[in-house]
Protein backbone atom coordinates (compact mmCIF):
# COMPACT_ATOMS: atom_id res chain seq x y z
CA UNK A 1 0.00 0.00 0.00
CA UNK A 2 2.64 2.36 0.85
CA UNK A 3 4.51 2.05 -2.67
CA UNK A 4 1.47 2.38 -4.22
CA UNK A 5 0.92 5.85 -2.39
CA UNK A 6 4.31 6.58 -2.93
CA UNK A 7 4.21 6.17 -6.97
CA UNK A 8 0.80 7.74 -6.85
CA UNK A 9 2.53 11.30 -5.09
CA UNK A 10 5.60 11.16 -7.85
CA UNK A 11 3.27 10.71 -10.45
CA UNK A 12 1.02 13.95 -9.25
CA UNK A 13 4.05 15.58 -8.81
CA UNK A 14 5.58 15.29 -11.91
CA UNK A 15 2.53 15.60 -13.93
CA UNK A 16 2.51 19.38 -12.04
CA UNK A 17 6.07 19.47 -12.97
CA UNK A 18 4.76 18.60 -16.70
CA UNK A 19 2.18 21.05 -16.48
CA UNK A 20 4.16 24.16 -15.40
CA UNK A 21 6.34 23.31 -18.77
CA UNK A 22 3.03 22.72 -21.24
CA UNK A 23 1.90 25.80 -19.96
CA UNK A 24 4.83 27.75 -20.35
CA UNK A 25 5.28 26.85 -24.17
CA UNK A 26 1.85 25.68 -25.64
CA UNK A 27 -0.74 27.95 -23.13
CA UNK A 28 -2.87 27.82 -20.00
CA UNK A 29 -5.97 25.67 -20.11
CA UNK A 30 -9.26 27.97 -18.79
CA UNK A 31 -8.52 29.31 -15.48
CA UNK A 32 -11.02 27.23 -13.65
CA UNK A 33 -9.70 24.03 -14.32
CA UNK A 34 -6.15 25.00 -14.47
CA UNK A 35 -6.42 26.53 -10.91
CA UNK A 36 -8.07 23.77 -9.93
CA UNK A 37 -6.05 20.99 -11.04
CA UNK A 38 -2.66 22.59 -9.80
CA UNK A 39 -4.20 22.89 -6.36
CA UNK A 40 -5.79 19.68 -6.33
CA UNK A 41 -2.53 18.07 -7.20
CA UNK A 42 -0.49 19.48 -5.40
CA UNK A 43 -2.40 19.47 -2.02
CA UNK A 44 -3.73 15.62 -2.79
CA UNK A 45 0.22 14.89 -3.86
CA UNK A 46 1.72 15.90 -0.53
CA UNK A 47 -1.19 14.45 1.82
CA UNK A 48 -0.30 11.21 -0.35
CA UNK A 49 3.32 11.37 0.07
CA UNK A 50 2.85 11.93 4.03
CA UNK A 51 0.87 8.92 4.12
CA UNK A 52 3.89 7.12 2.26
CA UNK A 53 6.83 8.02 4.30
CA UNK A 54 8.13 4.63 5.61
CA UNK A 55 7.33 3.67 9.33
CA UNK A 56 9.27 0.97 11.13
CA UNK A 57 6.38 0.65 14.16
CA UNK A 58 2.55 2.15 13.15
CA UNK A 59 0.97 2.31 16.49
CA UNK A 60 -2.95 2.65 16.14
CA UNK A 61 -2.22 6.49 17.24
CA UNK A 62 -0.44 6.66 14.17
CA UNK A 63 -2.67 4.71 11.47
CA UNK A 64 -5.54 6.70 12.88
CA UNK A 65 -3.81 10.15 11.69
CA UNK A 66 -2.49 7.93 8.38
CA UNK A 67 -6.22 6.91 7.76
CA UNK A 68 -7.63 10.72 8.70
CA UNK A 69 -4.81 12.41 5.81
CA UNK A 70 -6.32 9.92 3.17
CA UNK A 71 -9.81 11.12 4.27
CA UNK A 72 -8.59 14.69 3.72
CA UNK A 73 -7.18 13.73 0.25
CA UNK A 74 -10.55 12.37 -0.88
CA UNK A 75 -12.62 15.48 0.67
CA UNK A 76 -10.61 18.05 -0.70
CA UNK A 77 -10.55 16.23 -4.44
CA UNK A 78 -14.20 16.66 -4.18
CA UNK A 79 -13.99 20.15 -3.06
CA UNK A 80 -12.03 20.46 -6.29
CA UNK A 81 -14.38 18.76 -7.92
CA UNK A 82 -17.41 21.39 -6.71
CA UNK A 83 -15.62 24.41 -7.30
CA UNK A 84 -15.02 23.69 -10.93
CA UNK A 85 -18.25 22.76 -11.53
CA UNK A 86 -20.13 25.85 -9.60
CA UNK A 87 -17.40 28.61 -10.57
CA UNK A 88 -18.36 27.42 -14.13
CA UNK A 89 -21.86 27.53 -13.72
CA UNK A 90 -21.76 31.09 -12.01
CA UNK A 91 -20.19 32.52 -15.24
CA UNK A 92 -23.08 31.55 -17.26
CA UNK A 93 -26.12 31.97 -14.39
CA UNK A 94 -26.78 33.00 -11.04
CA UNK A 95 -26.88 29.54 -8.68
CA UNK A 96 -27.70 28.96 -5.17
CA UNK A 97 -24.33 27.36 -3.57
CA UNK A 98 -25.95 25.25 -1.05
CA UNK A 99 -25.18 23.96 2.65
CA UNK A 100 -23.04 20.71 1.35
CA UNK A 101 -21.25 22.38 -0.53
CA UNK A 102 -20.11 25.16 1.89
CA UNK A 103 -19.05 22.72 4.04
CA UNK A 104 -17.11 20.79 1.88
CA UNK A 105 -15.96 24.37 1.33
CA UNK A 106 -14.78 24.82 4.75
CA UNK A 107 -13.26 21.67 4.82
CA UNK A 108 -11.06 22.18 1.91
CA UNK A 109 -10.21 25.40 3.14
CA UNK A 110 -9.13 24.34 6.96
CA UNK A 111 -7.15 21.27 5.29
CA UNK A 112 -5.09 23.92 3.30
CA UNK A 113 -4.58 25.91 6.50
CA UNK A 114 -3.45 22.35 8.40
CA UNK A 115 -0.99 21.34 5.42
CA UNK A 116 0.34 24.80 5.38
CA UNK A 117 1.20 24.35 9.21
CA UNK A 118 2.98 21.10 8.80
CA UNK A 119 4.90 22.82 5.89
CA UNK A 120 5.92 26.31 7.00
CA UNK A 121 4.95 26.71 10.56
CA UNK A 122 2.30 28.46 12.69
CA UNK A 123 3.01 32.01 11.57
CA UNK A 124 0.73 31.68 8.32
CA UNK A 125 -0.99 29.34 9.14
CA UNK A 126 -2.20 31.19 12.25
CA UNK A 127 -2.93 34.31 10.08
CA UNK A 128 -5.37 32.42 7.97
CA UNK A 129 -7.44 31.03 10.47
CA UNK A 130 -7.71 33.81 12.68
CA UNK A 131 -8.74 35.78 9.28
CA UNK A 132 -11.83 33.29 8.89
CA UNK A 133 -12.40 33.39 12.62
CA UNK A 134 -12.43 36.92 12.28
CA UNK A 135 -14.73 36.80 9.55
CA UNK A 136 -17.37 35.59 12.14
CA UNK A 137 -16.48 37.42 15.26
CA UNK A 138 -16.20 40.94 13.40
CA UNK A 139 -19.45 42.51 14.68
CA UNK A 140 -18.62 41.52 18.72
CA UNK A 141 -15.00 43.76 18.49
CA UNK A 142 -14.14 47.23 19.16
CA UNK A 143 -12.64 50.10 17.10
CA UNK A 144 -10.94 49.82 14.08
CA UNK A 145 -11.73 45.92 13.86
CA UNK A 146 -15.58 45.81 14.17
CA UNK A 147 -17.43 45.00 10.92
CA UNK A 148 -20.88 44.11 9.89
CA UNK A 149 -19.78 40.55 10.05
CA UNK A 150 -20.53 37.70 7.45
CA UNK A 151 -22.52 34.53 7.36
CA UNK A 152 -21.25 31.24 6.26
CA UNK A 153 -22.34 31.19 2.91
CA UNK A 154 -20.74 34.56 2.56
CA UNK A 155 -17.35 33.44 3.51
CA UNK A 156 -17.07 30.64 1.55
CA UNK A 157 -17.95 31.67 -1.81
CA UNK A 158 -15.08 34.78 -1.14
CA UNK A 159 -12.81 32.73 -0.19
CA UNK A 160 -13.50 29.33 -1.96
CA UNK A 161 -15.84 29.68 -4.57
CA UNK A 162 -14.53 32.68 -6.29
CA UNK A 163 -11.22 34.31 -7.69
CA UNK A 164 -10.91 36.48 -4.83
CA UNK A 165 -9.62 33.76 -2.37
CA UNK A 166 -7.68 30.59 -2.42
CA UNK A 167 -7.77 30.54 -6.02
CA UNK A 168 -7.13 34.29 -6.94
CA UNK A 169 -4.39 36.27 -8.23
CA UNK A 170 -1.74 35.26 -5.97
CA UNK A 171 -2.23 31.80 -7.31
CA UNK A 172 -2.58 32.87 -10.48
CA UNK A 173 0.67 34.83 -10.83
CA UNK A 174 2.31 31.97 -9.33
CA UNK A 175 1.03 29.17 -11.99
CA UNK A 176 1.59 31.94 -14.83
CA UNK A 177 5.42 32.61 -13.86
CA UNK A 178 6.75 30.99 -10.95
CA UNK A 179 6.36 27.41 -11.13
CA UNK A 180 8.33 27.06 -14.38
CA UNK A 181 11.03 28.76 -12.82
CA UNK A 182 10.96 26.58 -9.77
CA UNK A 183 11.15 23.73 -11.91
CA UNK A 184 14.36 25.43 -13.64
CA UNK A 185 15.96 25.21 -10.74
CA UNK A 186 15.87 21.83 -9.23
CA UNK A 187 16.02 20.88 -12.95
CA UNK A 188 19.74 22.65 -12.50
CA UNK A 189 20.52 20.86 -9.24
CA UNK A 190 19.84 17.65 -10.79
CA UNK A 191 22.14 18.10 -13.75
CA UNK A 192 25.18 18.84 -12.03
CA UNK A 193 25.06 22.10 -12.89
CA UNK A 194 25.97 23.47 -9.76
CA UNK A 195 29.13 21.70 -9.20
CA UNK A 196 30.75 22.51 -12.44
CA UNK A 197 29.78 26.14 -10.93
CA UNK A 198 31.68 25.30 -7.87
CA UNK A 199 34.75 23.64 -9.48
CA UNK A 200 35.18 26.90 -12.05
CA UNK A 201 34.41 29.15 -8.84
CA UNK A 202 37.47 27.59 -6.63
CA UNK A 203 39.72 27.06 -9.90
CA UNK A 204 39.52 31.33 -10.33
CA UNK A 205 39.33 32.13 -6.73
CA UNK A 206 42.25 29.30 -5.13
CA UNK A 207 45.51 31.93 -5.23
CA UNK A 208 43.36 34.22 -3.02
CA UNK A 209 44.35 33.89 0.77
CA UNK A 210 40.80 33.19 1.61
CA UNK A 211 40.17 30.72 -1.76
CA UNK A 212 37.49 28.51 -0.36
CA UNK A 213 35.43 31.50 1.11
CA UNK A 214 35.70 33.44 -1.83
CA UNK A 215 34.45 30.16 -4.32
CA UNK A 216 31.80 29.31 -1.76
CA UNK A 217 30.16 33.29 -1.92
CA UNK A 218 30.29 33.20 -5.82
CA UNK A 219 28.96 29.75 -6.18
CA UNK A 220 26.15 30.17 -4.04
CA UNK A 221 25.09 33.40 -5.27
CA UNK A 222 25.40 32.63 -8.66
CA UNK A 223 23.07 28.89 -7.84
CA UNK A 224 21.01 30.67 -5.47
CA UNK A 225 19.79 32.89 -7.81
CA UNK A 226 18.66 29.75 -9.74
CA UNK A 227 17.04 27.90 -7.03
CA UNK A 228 15.08 30.09 -5.39
CA UNK A 229 15.14 28.30 -1.91
CA UNK A 230 17.88 29.24 0.89
CA UNK A 231 17.92 26.42 2.22
CA UNK A 232 18.14 24.23 -0.61
CA UNK A 233 21.64 26.36 -1.77
CA UNK A 234 22.50 25.59 1.58
CA UNK A 235 22.54 22.24 1.34
CA UNK A 236 23.68 22.03 -2.16
CA UNK A 237 26.62 23.96 -2.55
CA UNK A 238 27.47 23.65 1.73
CA UNK A 239 27.84 20.24 1.49
CA UNK A 240 31.36 21.03 -0.23
CA UNK A 241 32.57 24.83 0.78
CA UNK A 242 31.95 24.77 4.44
CA UNK A 243 34.61 21.53 4.96
CA UNK A 244 36.53 23.57 2.74
CA UNK A 245 36.17 26.52 3.90
CA UNK A 246 36.80 25.53 7.78
CA UNK A 247 40.05 23.41 6.64
CA UNK A 248 41.67 26.71 5.37
CA UNK A 249 41.83 27.61 8.89
CA UNK A 250 38.05 29.55 9.23
CA UNK A 251 36.27 28.90 12.39
CA UNK A 252 33.26 26.60 11.87
CA UNK A 253 31.14 29.57 12.76
CA UNK A 254 32.11 31.81 10.13
CA UNK A 255 32.55 28.85 7.35
CA UNK A 256 28.08 28.27 8.23
CA UNK A 257 27.41 31.81 9.01
CA UNK A 258 29.05 32.94 5.25
CA UNK A 259 27.47 30.05 3.32
CA UNK A 260 24.03 31.10 4.57
CA UNK A 261 24.68 34.62 4.05
CA UNK A 262 25.64 33.82 0.38
CA UNK A 263 23.05 31.22 -0.28
CA UNK A 264 20.47 33.44 1.48
CA UNK A 265 21.98 36.54 -0.78
CA UNK A 266 21.56 34.85 -4.56
CA UNK A 267 17.56 35.36 -4.38
CA UNK A 268 18.37 39.13 -5.12
CA UNK A 269 20.56 38.87 -7.69
CA UNK A 270 19.92 39.60 -11.34
CA UNK A 271 19.30 37.88 -13.62
CA UNK A 272 16.16 35.59 -12.34
CA UNK A 273 16.38 36.29 -8.51
CA UNK A 274 14.77 33.10 -7.45
CA UNK A 275 12.06 34.27 -9.39
CA UNK A 276 11.14 37.23 -7.63
CA UNK A 277 11.86 39.33 -10.81
CA UNK A 278 9.26 37.81 -12.79
CA UNK A 279 6.77 38.06 -10.25
CA UNK A 280 7.69 41.79 -9.02
CA UNK A 281 7.44 42.51 -12.81
CA UNK A 282 3.53 41.08 -12.82
CA UNK A 283 2.78 43.02 -9.62
CA UNK A 284 4.40 46.34 -10.51
CA UNK A 285 3.66 46.09 -14.38
CA UNK A 286 7.31 47.08 -15.21
CA UNK A 287 9.79 45.71 -17.66
CA UNK A 288 11.72 42.69 -16.57
CA UNK A 289 14.93 44.65 -18.03
CA UNK A 290 13.98 47.39 -15.70
CA UNK A 291 13.48 44.90 -12.62
CA UNK A 292 17.10 43.40 -13.33
CA UNK A 293 18.56 47.06 -13.50
CA UNK A 294 17.11 48.44 -10.77
CA UNK A 295 18.74 45.13 -8.67
CA UNK A 296 22.11 45.66 -9.91
CA UNK A 297 24.02 47.64 -7.41
CA UNK A 298 22.25 46.50 -4.17
CA UNK A 299 23.34 43.15 -5.12
CA UNK A 300 26.62 44.21 -5.55
CA UNK A 301 26.64 46.36 -2.13
CA UNK A 302 25.57 43.09 -0.67
CA UNK A 303 28.31 40.39 -1.74
CA UNK A 304 31.31 43.36 -1.69
CA UNK A 305 29.96 43.31 2.38
CA UNK A 306 30.55 39.74 1.92
CA UNK A 307 34.16 39.34 0.30
CA UNK A 308 35.00 43.00 2.59
CA UNK A 309 34.37 40.47 5.74
CA UNK A 310 36.32 37.32 3.91
CA UNK A 311 39.62 39.78 3.62
CA UNK A 312 38.71 41.04 7.49
CA UNK A 313 38.52 37.67 8.89
CA UNK A 314 41.71 36.11 6.76
CA UNK A 315 44.00 38.70 8.21
CA UNK A 316 42.50 37.92 11.92
CA UNK A 317 43.04 34.75 11.39
CA UNK A 318 46.65 35.20 9.70
CA UNK A 319 45.04 32.23 6.71
CA UNK A 320 47.68 31.80 4.20
CA UNK A 321 47.04 31.19 0.24
CA UNK A 322 47.13 27.62 -0.93
CA UNK A 323 50.05 26.36 -2.67
CA UNK A 324 50.12 25.81 -6.63
CA UNK A 325 49.53 21.83 -5.89
CA UNK A 326 46.49 22.49 -3.65
CA UNK A 327 44.65 25.09 -6.42
CA UNK A 328 42.48 23.31 -8.51
CA UNK A 329 43.20 23.01 -12.41
CA UNK A 330 40.88 24.43 -14.76
CA UNK A 331 40.40 22.33 -17.48
CA UNK A 332 38.64 21.96 -20.85
CA UNK A 333 36.23 19.82 -19.21
CA UNK A 334 35.15 22.14 -16.40
CA UNK A 335 34.82 24.87 -19.32
CA UNK A 336 32.54 22.93 -21.45
CA UNK A 337 30.41 21.77 -18.08
CA UNK A 338 30.33 25.07 -17.09
CA UNK A 339 27.46 25.30 -20.51
CA UNK A 340 24.97 23.60 -18.76
CA UNK A 341 25.05 26.81 -16.18
CA UNK A 342 25.66 29.36 -17.97
CA UNK A 343 23.71 28.39 -21.10
CA UNK A 344 20.62 28.29 -19.69
CA UNK A 345 20.92 32.07 -17.97
CA UNK A 346 21.53 33.10 -21.71
CA UNK A 347 18.85 31.46 -23.22
CA UNK A 348 16.45 33.44 -20.57
CA UNK A 349 18.35 36.59 -21.34
CA UNK A 350 18.04 36.77 -24.90
CA UNK A 351 14.13 35.83 -24.62
CA UNK A 352 13.18 38.13 -22.16
CA UNK A 353 15.27 41.07 -24.16
CA UNK A 354 13.56 40.01 -27.48
CA UNK A 355 10.07 40.78 -25.80
CA UNK A 356 9.11 37.02 -25.06
CA UNK A 357 7.03 36.56 -21.74
CA UNK A 358 8.57 35.29 -19.09
CA UNK A 359 7.25 31.81 -18.73
CA UNK A 360 8.17 31.16 -22.23
CA UNK A 361 11.68 31.84 -21.64
CA UNK A 362 11.79 29.77 -18.34
CA UNK A 363 10.55 27.28 -20.56
CA UNK A 364 13.57 27.17 -23.40
CA UNK A 365 15.93 27.60 -19.90
CA UNK A 366 14.18 24.19 -18.99
CA UNK A 367 14.87 22.37 -22.01
CA UNK A 368 18.39 23.96 -22.76
CA UNK A 369 19.34 22.60 -19.20
CA UNK A 370 17.67 19.50 -19.60
CA UNK A 371 19.59 19.13 -23.20
CA UNK A 372 23.25 20.35 -21.88
CA UNK A 373 22.42 18.38 -18.89
CA UNK A 374 24.14 15.61 -20.91
CA UNK A 375 27.34 17.27 -20.96
CA UNK A 376 27.67 15.50 -17.25
CA UNK A 377 28.73 11.58 -17.70
CA UNK A 378 26.34 11.14 -14.83
CA UNK A 379 23.68 11.35 -16.60
CA UNK A 380 24.38 9.91 -19.89
CA UNK A 381 24.08 7.26 -17.62
CA UNK A 382 21.94 7.45 -15.56
CA UNK A 383 19.34 9.74 -17.40
CA UNK A 384 16.37 8.87 -14.81
CA UNK A 385 17.67 11.38 -12.69
CA UNK A 386 16.17 14.16 -14.52
CA UNK A 387 12.56 12.28 -14.08
CA UNK A 388 13.56 12.04 -10.87
CA UNK A 389 14.20 15.88 -10.75
CA UNK A 390 11.00 16.41 -12.56
CA UNK A 391 9.50 14.90 -9.48
CA UNK A 392 11.59 16.98 -6.85
CA UNK A 393 10.77 19.82 -8.85
CA UNK A 394 7.11 19.40 -8.96
CA UNK A 395 7.17 18.26 -4.98
CA UNK A 396 9.01 21.85 -4.44
CA UNK A 397 6.13 23.42 -6.73
CA UNK A 398 3.72 22.11 -4.63
CA UNK A 399 4.27 23.35 -1.35
CA UNK A 400 4.91 26.96 -2.71
CA UNK A 401 1.39 26.54 -4.12
CA UNK A 402 0.08 25.46 -0.73
CA UNK A 403 1.70 28.91 0.62
CA UNK A 404 0.37 31.02 -1.75
CA UNK A 405 -3.41 29.31 -1.82
CA UNK A 406 -3.26 30.46 2.07
CA UNK A 407 -2.33 33.64 1.06
CA UNK A 408 -5.46 34.05 -0.95
CA UNK A 409 -7.79 33.15 2.40
CA UNK A 410 -5.80 35.93 4.24
CA UNK A 411 -5.95 38.49 0.81
CA UNK A 412 -9.69 37.50 0.60
CA UNK A 413 -10.45 38.07 3.99
CA UNK A 414 -8.58 41.57 4.40
CA UNK A 415 -10.93 42.37 0.82
CA UNK A 416 -14.01 41.48 2.60
CA UNK A 417 -13.92 43.13 5.78
CA UNK A 418 -12.18 45.96 4.50
CA UNK A 419 -9.40 45.38 7.35
CA UNK A 420 -6.41 45.38 4.91
CA UNK A 421 -7.38 49.10 4.21
CA UNK A 422 -7.90 50.00 7.38
CA UNK A 423 -4.58 48.65 8.52
CA UNK A 424 -2.85 50.07 6.08
CA UNK A 425 -4.43 53.76 6.84
CA UNK A 426 -3.23 52.67 11.00
CA UNK A 427 0.13 52.15 9.73
CA UNK A 428 -0.05 55.64 8.42
CA UNK A 429 -1.31 57.30 11.13
CA UNK A 430 1.02 55.29 13.72
CA UNK A 431 3.81 56.43 11.60
CA UNK A 432 2.27 60.05 11.41
CA UNK A 433 3.53 60.21 7.64
CA UNK A 434 7.12 58.88 8.89
CA UNK A 435 8.08 57.02 6.11
CA UNK A 436 11.09 55.47 7.78
CA UNK A 437 8.16 54.11 10.52
CA UNK A 438 6.61 52.70 7.81
CA UNK A 439 9.70 51.28 6.20
CA UNK A 440 10.23 49.60 9.27
CA UNK A 441 7.05 48.04 10.58
CA UNK A 442 7.10 46.74 6.88
CA UNK A 443 10.94 45.18 7.65
CA UNK A 444 9.46 43.43 10.88
CA UNK A 445 6.28 42.11 8.82
CA UNK A 446 8.61 40.80 6.19
CA UNK A 447 11.08 39.17 8.81
CA UNK A 448 8.29 37.47 10.63
CA UNK A 449 6.46 36.26 8.16
CA UNK A 450 9.68 34.88 6.28
CA UNK A 451 10.15 32.83 9.17
CA UNK A 452 10.04 29.02 8.41
CA UNK A 453 8.70 30.76 4.84
CA UNK A 454 10.09 30.60 1.39
CA UNK A 455 10.49 33.99 0.01
CA UNK A 456 8.31 34.56 -2.33
CA UNK A 457 4.68 33.72 -0.52
CA UNK A 458 6.68 36.18 2.23
CA UNK A 459 6.75 38.53 0.11
CA UNK A 460 3.95 38.45 -2.05
CA UNK A 461 2.00 38.73 1.16
CA UNK A 462 3.52 41.77 3.00
CA UNK A 463 2.97 43.46 -0.69
CA UNK A 464 -0.37 42.98 -1.01
CA UNK A 465 -0.97 43.88 2.40
CA UNK A 466 1.60 46.78 2.96
CA UNK A 467 2.81 48.12 -0.25
CA UNK A 468 -0.15 50.26 -1.14
CA UNK A 469 0.21 52.52 2.38
CA UNK A 470 3.97 52.92 2.08
CA UNK A 471 3.22 53.39 -1.36
CA UNK A 472 1.11 56.88 -0.06
CA UNK A 473 4.30 57.91 2.14
CA UNK A 474 6.06 58.58 -1.00
CA UNK A 475 8.38 55.60 -1.63
CA UNK A 476 8.68 54.52 -5.48
CA UNK A 477 6.83 51.71 -6.32
CA UNK A 478 10.10 49.49 -7.24
CA UNK A 479 11.62 50.82 -4.06
CA UNK A 480 9.31 49.70 -2.22
CA UNK A 481 8.94 46.12 -3.68
CA UNK A 482 12.54 45.95 -3.49
CA UNK A 483 12.73 47.12 0.27
CA UNK A 484 9.80 44.30 1.21
CA UNK A 485 11.75 41.42 -1.32
CA UNK A 486 15.09 41.76 0.71
CA UNK A 487 13.87 42.07 4.16
CA UNK A 488 11.68 38.67 3.15
CA UNK A 489 14.97 37.16 2.08
CA UNK A 490 16.68 38.35 4.66
CA UNK A 491 14.41 36.41 6.96
CA UNK A 492 16.19 33.47 6.38
CA UNK A 493 19.12 34.28 8.50
CA UNK A 494 17.22 35.92 11.31
CA UNK A 495 17.25 33.80 14.26
CA UNK A 496 15.36 32.37 16.05
CA UNK A 497 14.37 30.62 12.98
CA UNK A 498 16.94 31.39 10.65
CA UNK A 499 16.21 28.45 8.09
CA UNK A 500 19.66 29.20 6.50
CA UNK A 501 21.63 28.56 9.53
CA UNK A 502 19.74 26.00 10.92
CA UNK A 503 20.89 24.18 7.51
CA UNK A 504 24.26 25.19 7.71
CA UNK A 505 24.93 24.08 11.37
CA UNK A 506 24.94 20.54 11.06
CA UNK A 507 27.30 20.26 8.23
CA UNK A 508 29.71 22.81 9.91
CA UNK A 509 29.39 21.46 12.98
CA UNK A 510 28.15 25.00 14.80
CA UNK A 511 25.66 26.16 17.03
CA UNK A 512 23.07 27.11 15.08
CA UNK A 513 21.92 30.46 16.53
CA UNK A 514 25.34 31.93 16.78
CA UNK A 515 25.69 31.03 12.85
CA UNK A 516 22.21 33.40 12.72
CA UNK A 517 24.23 35.84 14.35
CA UNK A 518 27.41 35.72 12.63
CA UNK A 519 25.13 35.83 9.74
CA UNK A 520 23.12 39.23 10.74
CA UNK A 521 26.33 40.88 11.05
CA UNK A 522 28.14 39.40 7.57
CA UNK A 523 24.81 40.91 6.11
CA UNK A 524 24.53 44.12 8.36
CA UNK A 525 24.64 46.22 5.18
CA UNK A 526 21.91 45.07 3.38
CA UNK A 527 19.59 45.34 6.38
CA UNK A 528 20.69 49.14 5.63
CA UNK A 529 21.12 49.57 1.93
CA UNK A 530 16.88 48.41 1.64
CA UNK A 531 16.51 51.42 3.42
CA UNK A 532 19.02 53.46 1.45
CA UNK A 533 17.21 53.12 -1.56
CA UNK A 534 13.98 53.56 -0.86
CA UNK A 535 15.38 57.10 0.09
CA UNK A 536 17.58 57.49 -2.49
CA UNK A 537 16.09 56.00 -5.93
CA UNK A 538 19.25 56.75 -7.88
CA UNK A 539 20.93 53.43 -6.47
CA UNK A 540 18.08 51.47 -7.93
CA UNK A 541 19.88 53.01 -11.35
CA UNK A 542 16.20 53.68 -13.24
CA UNK A 543 14.00 56.07 -10.79
CA UNK A 544 15.22 59.55 -10.32
CA UNK A 545 18.69 58.61 -11.49
CA UNK A 546 21.72 61.76 -10.37
CA UNK A 547 25.31 60.86 -10.67
CA UNK A 548 25.90 63.40 -7.34
CA UNK A 549 22.88 61.24 -5.29
CA UNK A 550 24.50 57.94 -6.64
CA UNK A 551 28.31 58.18 -6.12
CA UNK A 552 27.33 60.00 -2.75
CA UNK A 553 25.62 56.84 -1.80
CA UNK A 554 28.04 54.37 -3.28
CA UNK A 555 30.64 55.74 -1.41
CA UNK A 556 28.87 56.20 2.14
CA UNK A 557 27.82 52.44 1.57
CA UNK A 558 31.02 51.57 0.79
CA UNK A 559 33.29 52.80 3.75
CA UNK A 560 30.17 51.83 6.11
CA UNK A 561 30.48 48.30 5.20
CA UNK A 562 34.32 48.23 5.75
CA UNK A 563 33.65 50.19 9.31
CA UNK A 564 30.63 47.65 9.93
CA UNK A 565 33.40 44.73 9.20
CA UNK A 566 35.63 45.69 11.12
CA UNK A 567 33.85 47.09 14.20
CA UNK A 568 32.15 43.65 13.92
CA UNK A 569 35.02 41.48 14.00
CA UNK A 570 37.33 43.87 16.01
CA UNK A 571 39.85 43.72 13.55
CA UNK A 572 41.71 45.68 10.68
CA UNK A 573 45.10 45.39 10.71
CA UNK A 574 45.52 44.95 14.07
CA UNK A 575 43.65 43.62 17.27
CA UNK A 576 40.88 46.91 17.42
CA UNK A 577 40.04 47.98 21.15
CA UNK A 578 36.37 48.13 22.29
CA UNK A 579 35.96 51.83 22.28
CA UNK A 580 37.06 51.79 18.73
CA UNK A 581 34.90 48.91 17.47
CA UNK A 582 31.90 50.90 18.98
CA UNK A 583 32.52 54.22 16.88
CA UNK A 584 33.48 52.24 13.85
CA UNK A 585 29.93 50.79 13.69
CA UNK A 586 27.98 54.24 14.96
CA UNK A 587 29.64 56.00 12.57
CA UNK A 588 28.69 53.08 9.87
CA UNK A 589 25.25 53.22 11.06
CA UNK A 590 24.87 57.72 11.53
CA UNK A 591 26.42 57.93 8.14
CA UNK A 592 23.56 55.87 6.24
CA UNK A 593 20.85 57.85 8.05
CA UNK A 594 19.05 60.94 5.61
CA UNK A 595 20.56 63.67 8.21
CA UNK A 596 23.30 65.56 5.65
CA UNK A 597 25.56 67.14 8.86
CA UNK A 598 26.02 63.57 10.57
CA UNK A 599 26.75 61.98 7.71
CA UNK A 600 28.85 64.23 6.58
CA UNK A 601 30.69 64.07 10.51
CA UNK A 602 30.37 60.32 10.24
CA UNK A 603 31.75 60.09 6.92
CA UNK A 604 34.75 62.28 8.28
CA UNK A 605 35.17 59.82 11.23
CA UNK A 606 35.40 56.89 8.56
CA UNK A 607 37.17 58.46 6.12
CA UNK A 608 39.84 58.81 8.99
CA UNK A 609 39.90 55.44 10.01
CA UNK A 610 40.68 54.03 6.70
CA UNK A 611 43.36 56.29 6.38
CA UNK A 612 44.92 55.29 9.40
CA UNK A 613 44.86 51.77 7.38
CA UNK A 614 45.69 52.48 4.37
CA UNK A 615 48.88 54.96 4.85
CA UNK A 616 51.11 52.03 6.20
CA UNK A 617 50.01 49.93 2.98
CA UNK A 618 50.99 52.30 0.70
CA UNK A 619 54.40 53.69 2.52
CA UNK A 620 55.84 50.78 4.38
CA UNK A 621 59.05 52.40 4.94
CA UNK A 622 57.82 54.65 6.62
CA UNK A 623 55.79 52.54 9.31
CA UNK A 624 57.87 49.44 9.70
CA UNK A 625 56.06 48.66 13.50
CA UNK A 626 52.86 48.23 11.47
CA UNK A 627 54.10 46.48 8.90
CA UNK A 628 55.46 43.89 11.41
CA UNK A 629 52.43 43.76 12.85
CA UNK A 630 51.00 42.91 9.63
CA UNK A 631 53.31 40.03 9.18
CA UNK A 632 52.78 38.92 12.68
CA UNK A 633 49.47 39.21 12.16
Known sequence: M???????????????????????????????????????????????????????????????????????????SYGIVRFVIISEALVNDIIIVGIGDMIFGLIAIMIVIELTRRLFGPVLAGMAAIGVIYCFIGPYLPSFLFHSGFSLDQIIEA???????????????????????????????????????????????????????????????????????????????????IPMIKRRGFSPTFAGAL??????????????????????????????????????????????????????EVRRCGIEGASEEERAKLTRTDILNSLMFVGPILAIIVFLVAGRSPSFAGFWAVVLAIVLGFINPEVRKNPVRLAQSLVKAGRTAATIVVAVATIGIILAVLNQTGVGLTFASIIGMMAEGSLFLALLAAAGASLVLGMGMPTLPAYLIIILVLGPGIKLLGGELIAVHLFVLYFAVLSAITPPVALAAFAAAPIALANPLRIGARAISLAAVAFIVAFMFVYEPSLLLIVDFEWNKFLWAISRILLAAWLLTSGFSGYDRDHLPIWNRIIRVCSAFVMLTIWPIPNLIAFGIGILFFLQYLIPVLFPGRFPGQLAKKKNG
Not at 181 to 189: A, P, Q, S, T
Request: proline fraction near 3%.
Open 259 to 312: EATASTGGQIVPPVMGAAAFLMADLTGTPYTSICIAAIVPAFLYYTSLFLAINV
Open 2 to 76: NRILKYTSSFMFFALAFSSLYSASIGLLPVTYHRGLVLGVSIVGLLLAGVSKPSVKLTWSKRLLLSLDLLMAVVF
Open 159 to 241: TWFSFQGVFGLALGVTINTILIFIVFGVILEGTGAADSLMRVAFSLTGGLRGGPAYAAVVSSCMFGTMSGSVTANVVGTGTFT
